[in-house]
């Protein structure tokens, strides 16, 4: 389903033509915040470049956000590798700066946490890092408690920030 939204915005899931564009927006945005590859976080991930197929899989949703036909942002939910079943993760949250402030992430981790009540997970989980202090503050606006400890095996070393909220 294809959401509009002001200022020429649209929220609709991810297709396979959106893969090379949503990776930059994660490239770009990883860059502007000094999160490298090297370090362990989303950057590094070997299936960056094919999020159409790795969302397709059984559990998993991605969504685009379009401003004016461009690719601006993403965000999806997935079962967490390694971990108990009733267990999802908020992924792959990246907005360019021209879309931040609108409400979109509230809006998309929103719709990500009701379908991953529809698929029958009980838990969300998600990895960050301190110096993404706005998405922290929202993550915790939205019910998000922090932990101590890393869940799952996601493979993100240096997101130090580790929060779970029940569903």
Known sequence: MTTATPLNLQVRPIVAADNPLIAQVIRDVSAEFGLTADKGYTVSDPNLDRLFELYSEMNSA????EHEGLVVGGGGVAPLACSAPDICE???????PQVRGLGLARAL?????EYARQQGFRRC?????GSLTRAIKLYESLGFELIDSAMGCTGHGDCEVRMLKVL
């Not at 991605?62 to 956000?65: D, G, K, L, N, T």
């Not at 981790?109 to 946490?113: F, G, Q, T, V």
């Not at 989980?125 to 890092?129: A, C, F, K, P, R």
């Open 109 to 113: 981790a929103l719709r990500a946490m």
């Open 125 to 129: 989980y998600l990895e960050t890092t």
């Open 62 to 65: 991605y969504w685009i956000v």
């Open 90 to 96: 908020l992924q792959k949250m990246y907005f360019l």
